[in-house]
């Protein structure tokens, strides 16, 4: 997943991490309150650009005591930039008008990046409640932009003659933004609206920090290991060393990731233990306590919902999706529902194998959620002959990044790593590598955090630190993060296929990253509409299974030797199994997101769990068996996240995908010629131009859907 939560909040506020030298007035004012600035900032490695390679965090300089102090200062500092523009006498220009936003800035955009990161990555409560105060303050200021009317009139009297192509998509960028936010709302409307997105964004914090508590309390303790039989004897010892870490002197700790499904749900053997996994994951966010999330997420879309009528929008989906490559909810929902009803069908056909299995096991119990992926595994093994545990040695995180996510890149696009080991890093885990073009030019640096903490949101991610401009003369500096199991001491750390294909995954938001080619970062890179920049990274995901490239990563842990051809014919003859069900928790997900911000009348509105149950009946989604991926109270994406009214995104990109994928396929399959192509039309363009069209200049067609039912095995 593409990190949108600080990426969104920076992008409202405008920031940059230079200024332009043709903004000489604006950059003036600046740079003189910075040479008069207050005591507060003495010292403060926010305050000038980092002396490191391509402008990386300088972390081994950077505490937490640095984040207020550069705050406040970065807000006055921007204050000052906008009020300079508003009241500029001179005729508007797109030098002094749009760049002069684009170019604001400075010191608040480099705490924040590191900010936003660390309370995503490694989070403690200095930095969580610095994120609640300042949540409402920093709406608050994006606002003093948005919704000024004297920056607002200038900006609607520039004129595009004259500008090149990309700086003509800023101006519209901008335009669409100012409109979006509400620009042209009477100044009362404004006032109101104001208040509402302050709120909104207390909110959406409070509801992620609860969250990060529901998940480390939520951890299932147990203190007989009988009921973990099943478990290996490395998960067993990492389940005991995170018992210790979380202070028991004893037991285990079966910590929760964020989705519905646990993943030591397959390899649990005692059905009771599954069943309390299950329930802790379930109800990890409402149980009256203080880390219950329903009021908070209840609030927010009602918050939502009037957010949109004031806009004059009929739902808060209809008003997020403006901007979007699907344009209106409707046309989200009609996806959803394609894929919905094989999906369904597919997953029953899927359960009742299932049950025919417990039944034949003499098992006398129905199919519980708990029980799905426990007894999959064995349908899998009977039908494929595929056992997780046969295939988990052969992929050891580090041997899967550099002989197999990297592999796959040079292979394709030319690019090459180097590991460095003299960066400073924000935690011992965190690794860094540079990245190098075709050509032998360094473009970029990568960090990666691989393992899970209590301190650490959940889910995978990837961020930029330093965002590509080449009017700033800047390169990329992304991370990437993970929450894989750390093995205890000594062992080597083994992930399941479904990890593998997530490092892929992450992956290809970093190279949508690393290949950015863009004059302005409002542009760059991952800067597109959400169910575009899901596009690159879920496409990434086909390299993990390319005969090449899984014979160079797969290679078991202690012999060293690839994985047996046999095995290989396993996976991809197994590769449409159980997609019945795990598209119809995606799709039920999806649906859930669509429900809570598609809500036309306040009437609608119900306690989270009456609601979301309402939804899932009124989309289709009676099957009990399967829930939906996320749940409404840990709905990070949607109440805490970037992706409401968006998360059908991931379904509207794999569509994308499976389509590019397609036309790759018949062109010659891993050639660098295909890579080129898709790195020049897709891979680079940022948001410098519309995306449907760049999509249909790349294959020749629109998007077909086909090719997904295809891949998932719901048609032939």
Not at 7 to 31: D, F, G, K, P, R
Not at 107 to 133: C, M
Not at 202 to 220: C, H, I
Request: proline share 4%; charged share 25%; net charge negative.
């Amino acid at each position: 997943m593409k990190n949108i939560t600080s990426l969104v909040l920076i992008s409202s506020l405008a920031l940059t991490t230079t200024a332009c030298s043709t903004m000489n007035q604006t950059t003036s004012s600046a740079e003189t309150s910075a040479s008069t600035q207050d005591e507060s900032m003495k010292g403060n490695p926010f305050l000038t650009k980092s002396t490191l390679q391509y402008l990386a965090p300088e972390f081994d300089k950077i505490n937490d005591a640095h984040f207020k102090p550069a705050f406040d200062y970065g807000l006055e500092i921007q204050r000052a930039e906008y009020q300079a523009i508003a009241n500029s006498t001179q005729a508007p220009t797109f030098e002094n008008t749009v760049l002069a936003i684009e170019n604001s800035g400075e010191v608040l955009k480099r705490a924040l990046t590191v900010f936003y990161n660390l309370s995503s990555s490694n989070t403690n409560p200095t930095i969580q409640k610095l994120e609640e105060e300042y949540a409402p303050i920093f709406a608050s200021h994006s606002d003093l932009l948005y919704l000024n009317d004297k920056i607002w009139q200038r900006l609607k009297k520039i004129s595009p003659e004259g500008l090149d192509s990309e700086s003509k998509r800023l101006l519209e960028y901008y335009t669409q933004n100012f409109q979006i936010a509400g620009a042209d709302l009477s100044a009362e409307k404004k006032q109101e609206l104001k208040a509402v997105n302050a709120e909104l964004a207390t909110l959406s914090t409070q509801y992620s920090n609860k969250l990060l508590d529901a998940r480390k309390q939520g951890a299932l303790y147990i203190t007989d290991v009988k009921e973990l039989d099943g478990l290996s004897g490395d998960q067993l010892a990492a389940a005991a060393s995170d018992a210790k870490a979380a202070g028991h002197t004893s037991g285990y700790l079966l910590a929760l990731q964020n989705t519905t499904q646990q993943p030591l749900l397959q390899n649990l053997n005692v059905r009771s233990t599954r069943e309390k996994l299950f329930k802790a994951s379930w109800t990890r966010a409402e149980k009256g306590d203080q880390a219950d999330t329903r009021s908070l997420l209840e609030k927010e879309a009602l918050l939502r919902f009037k957010k949109a009528k004031l806009m004059g929008k009929s739902s808060f989906a209809e008003w997020k999706l403006q901007d979007q490559m699907a344009g209106s909810p409707d046309k989200a929902i009609s996806l959803l529902a394609q894929l919905a009803t094989p999906a369904v069908a597919t997953a029953k056909r899927e359960r009742d194998e299932i049950q025919a299995l417990i039944d034949q096991q003499k098992g006398g119990f129905k199919l519980a959620p708990w029980d799905w992926n426990y007894y999959a595994e064995q349908v899998r093994k009977a039908k494929y002959d595929l056992d997780e545990n046969e295939i988990k040695p052969y992929f050891e995180v580090q041997t899967v990044l550099e002989k197999g996510v990297f592999f796959a890149a040079e292979k394709f696009y030319g690019i090459t790593f180097k590991k460095r080991t003299d960066l400073p890093v924000y935690h011992p885990d965190v690794v860094v590598y540079e990245v190098f073009d075709h050509d032998g030019t360094s473009m970029a640096l990568y960090y990666l955090d691989f393992y899970t903490r209590s301190n650490k949101g959940g889910g995978a991610w990837m961020s930029n630190f330093v965002e590509q401009s080449h009017l700033l003369k800047q390169k990329p500096v992304i991370v990437n993060v993970f929450n894989y199991q750390k093995p205890a001491e000594g062992k080597p750390s083994l992930i399941s296929y479904d990890d593998v294909t997530t490092m892929f995954h992450e992956f290809g938001h970093t190279l949508h990253g690393l290949f950015a080619n863009q004059q302005y970062v409002s542009l760059s890179g991952t800067a597109t509409p959400r169910d575009f920049v899901e596009f690159p990274s879920q496409i990434n995901e086909f390299f993990a299974l390319e005969p090449a490239v899984l014979k160079n990563y797969a290679l078991h842990v202690d012999t060293k030797e690839p994985m047996p051809q046999t095995l290989v014919d396993k996976i991809k003859n197994a590769s449409s199994f159980n997609q019945g069900y795990s598209t119809t928790e995606l799709v039920s997900a999806a649906s859930i997101d669509m429900g809570w911000h598609s809500v036309k009348d306040e009437s609608e509105f119900k306690p989270t769990l009456e609601f979301e149950k309402e939804v899932l009946q009124k989309f289709g989604f009676t099957l009990s068996e399967v829930p939906p991926r996320y749940h409404s109270p840990y709905f990070a994406h949607i109440f805490g996240g970037g992706y409401s009214a968006g998360y059908y995104a991931y379904m509207w990109a794999d569509v994308l995908n499976a389509s590019a994928w397609d036309y790759i396929s018949t062109h010659g399959g891993m050639t660098r010629e295909n890579g080129e192509r898709f790195r020049k039309y897709i891979l680079s363009v940022g948001n410098s131009t519309d995306l449907n069209t760049a999509f249909k200049a790349y294959t020749g067609k629109d998007p077909d859907i086909k090719p997904l039912l295809k891949n998932k095995g719901f048609i032939k």
